[in-house]
């Protein structure tokens, strides 16, 4: 266990429509990156908040944002979904943004229809 | 793209016997990373060696690298049905702050 969550756990939704996927970090980690994951694929970088900052993109579309809050836990949302989108959606949390290992949760799978 | 690229693809192999796996990679790194995904899971992260380093261990987990070659192997000794899992790669660049880049994966199946 990493110490690092993730909800939900499975998600359904159709063409068009908006999603917002969470992640808490584990404790003393002050740095959260999102990947992307399609089906028998390495992850792929979306980006990465370092102290409620961005700090780094990954070749994404806009419709692809986030947050990250205070308390360093982080929102990833997708708007006007695609079916390519379909995934599983993995956040890590680290200390400081470089040369520290990545923690990752156990992943939102993503199903749009 | 995947910087990341492991060798083999696959890979089956016997209980007790070794399991080698092979990661090349094309730009400079500050560390390279190898982690374990069972089934569509998250991922479990085994090892972490800096650019400075050549070899590091942690229990049955050996890892090389070679960075004149751009290349890391992970060498799993006395393998058990339970590492049966998928095997990843992930590159921290130089020059792209702490973003990880995976290559595609090594699906090692440890037959009982």
């Known amino acids: 266990e990493t110490g690092v969550t993730q909800s939900p756990t499975h998600l359904i939704k159709t063409r068009g429509q908006q999603v917002t996927l969470r992640c808490s970090s584990q404790?003393?980690?002050?740095?959260v990156s999102w990947y992307q994951q399609a089906l028998g694929q390495g992850p792929q970088f979306i980006f990465q908040y370092y102290r409620e900052e961005e700090n780094g993109r990954g070749n994404f579309p806009p419709r692809f944002s986030g947050l990250q809050f205070p308390n360093y836990s982080s929102e990833l949302n997708v708007n006007a979904l695609e079916l390519d989108d379909s995934a599983l959606y993995l956040c890590a949390s680290s200390f400081d943004q470089r040369y520290n290992e990545q923690f990752f949760g156990p992943g939102t799978r993503l199903t749009v229809l | 793209s995947q910087q990341g690229e492991e060798d083999p693809q696959a890979l089956s192999i016997q209980e007790g016997e070794n399991a080698t796996m092979n990661c090349s990679y094309k730009?400079?790194?500050?560390?390279l990373q190898w982690y374990r995904q069972n089934s569509g899971r998250g991922l479990v992260h085994l090892i972490l060696i800096r650019s400075n380093e050549r070899e590091k261990h942690s229990g049955r987990l050996r890892v090389t690298l070679d960075t004149s070659k751009k290349s890391s192997s992970l060498l799993i000794t006395a393998s058990r049905a339970a590492d049966t899992a998928s095997y990843f790669c992930?590159?921290?660049?130089?020059?792209?702050?702490?973003?990880?880049?995976f290559g595609e994966g090594t699906q090692l199946t440890v037959n009982p």
């Open positions: 992930a590159t921290e660049r130089e020059t792209s702050g702490s973003r990880l880049t």
């Open positions: 730009t400079s790194i500050n560390n």
């Open positions: 404790s003393g980690h002050n740095t």
